[in-house]
């Protein structure tokens, strides 16, 4: 053993898994990467494809531009719509003006858009379980009339949310929430309106459960835990708030530049994980510097692998003719 390596603490880094990426966001990158060599450079990106800079930054230099609003995109242009999904507004905005776009939407948001509209047609009032201001949330209430979907962020909100009179009820929910907390107020809900109308399945999509679950596995035996994800990620915060309610300090990190050394101090063991949109790469990086500072094991979780795989839209994958005719998923 040399000098620089005896004179580093010892650190167990328990890697969560699964962790990172899920089959939502890998097909929402796949579809900027096919966009820009079946279209060239640049492509238009309404919002973040998803939530981490580095993935961001990356396709801004393969040739994305990101913009909030679709008429920051000229009539010339391709635009995709991000993972998050978007208001039934601008696809049609997109139609009126004849841009060619591609929806990069996870099927599992689209999953919770088509429930939206059927409740709707059955003349049900909507109760939506998720967070103001959250992408998914403004792209759900956009699939529906005004007024026909009201938002429930809390037990409190569920206990005293005013609902139309003389009118069924249903709830859905955002795919990215805490598991714990929405069975909270799901409970709430239904105490309070015993015939409400449940998803036929789980909204809360399979990526998000699992990562959270894979934190709860492990943060028992954990003294710190650093969980890689954008501080706008919702699936990522959950996963640093369970950490934080199992008792074990928690921080989200985008880079292993961001990681607060003085707040890490020497824990024994130090649990890792990453959030749907953060790529694996990122990991590798945090243990990377990790190593600089401690003598490192690393120990992954056992887990069941996942398999979930998207199809791609058939226009990217299929032959190029259709390119700048307006085509549209
Ligand atoms: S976190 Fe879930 S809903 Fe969001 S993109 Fe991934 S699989 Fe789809």
Request: charged content about 25%; some cysteine.
């Given at each position: 053993?040399?000098?620089?390596?005896?004179?580093?603490?010892?650190?167990?880094?328990?890697?969560?898994?699964?962790?990172?990426?899920?089959?939502?966001?890998?097909?929402?990158?796949?579809?900027?990467?096919?966009?820009?060599?079946?279209?060239?450079?640049?492509v238009y990106v309404r919002h973040e494809i998803v939530h981490?800079?580095?993935?961001?930054?990356?396709?801004?230099?393969?040739?994305?531009?990101?913009?909030?609003?679709?008429?920051?995109?000229?009539?010339?242009?391709?635009v995709v719509f991000s993972a998050h999904g978007v208001p039934k507004s601008v696809p049609q905005?997109?139609?009126?003006?004849?841009?060619?776009?591609?929806?990069?939407?996870?099927?599992?948001?689209?999953?919770?858009?088509?429930?939206?509209?059927?409740?709707?047609?059955?003349?049900r009032h909507i109760l939506f379980i998720g967070h103001s201001g959250h992408p998914e949330v403004i792209g759900t209430f956009?699939?529906?009339?005004?007024?026909s979907i009201t938002l429930v962020e809390t037990v409190e909100e569920a206990q005293s949310v005013a609902v139309p009179e003389s009118v069924e009820l249903a709830f859905l929910?955002?795919?990215?929430?805490?598991?714990?907390?929405?069975?909270?107020?799901?409970?709430?809900?239904?105490?309070?309106?015993p015939s409400i109308r449940a998803p036929r399945s789980e909204d809360i999509c399979y990526a998000t459960s699992n990562r959270?679950?894979?934190?709860?596995?492990?943060?028992?035996?954990?003294?710190?835990?650093?969980?890689?994800?954008?501080?706008?990620?919702?699936?990522?915060?959950?996963?640093?708030?369970?950490?934080?309610?199992i008792g074990v300090p928690a921080r989200l990190i985008e880079r292993a530049s961001d990681i607060d050394w003085d707040w890490l101090g020497r824990p024994a063991i130090l649990g890792l994980t990453a959030g749907a949109s953060a790529p694996e790469v990122l990991v590798r990086e945090v243990v990377d510097a990790l190593r600089e500072r401690f003598e490192v094991t690393e120990e992954i979780a056992d887990h069941t692998p996942e398999r979930m795989i998207f199809k791609l839209p058939r226009e990217l994958t299929s032959s190029p003719a259709f390119a700048g005719e307006g085509d549209r998923t």
């Open positions: 053993m040399d000098e620089l390596t005896a004179s580093k603490p010892p650190l167990r880094v328990l890697i969560a898994a699964p962790r990172g990426f899920c089959a939502g966001v890998d097909r929402a990158i796949q579809i900027v990467e096919l966009a820009l060599e079946r279209f060239g450079a640049p981490i800079r580095f993935v961001v930054d990356r396709l801004r230099q393969l040739g994305a531009i990101f913009v909030d609003e679709l008429d920051e995109v000229p009539d010339d242009r391709p905005s997109a139609q009126a003006r004849n841009l060619t776009y591609v929806d990069a939407t996870c099927p599992l948001v689209s999953k919770v858009h088509r429930q939206a509209e059927r409740l709707i047609e059955e003349g956009g699939q529906v009339p005004d007024g929910t955002q795919t990215t929430l805490s598991v714990d907390d929405t069975a909270a107020i799901v409970d709430a809900l239904k105490a309070r309106f959270q679950a894979a934190v709860k596995a492990i943060a028992p035996e954990c003294d710190r835990m650093l969980v890689i994800g954008a501080p706008n990620s919702s699936n990522s915060l959950r996963l640093a708030e369970v950490a934080e309610r």
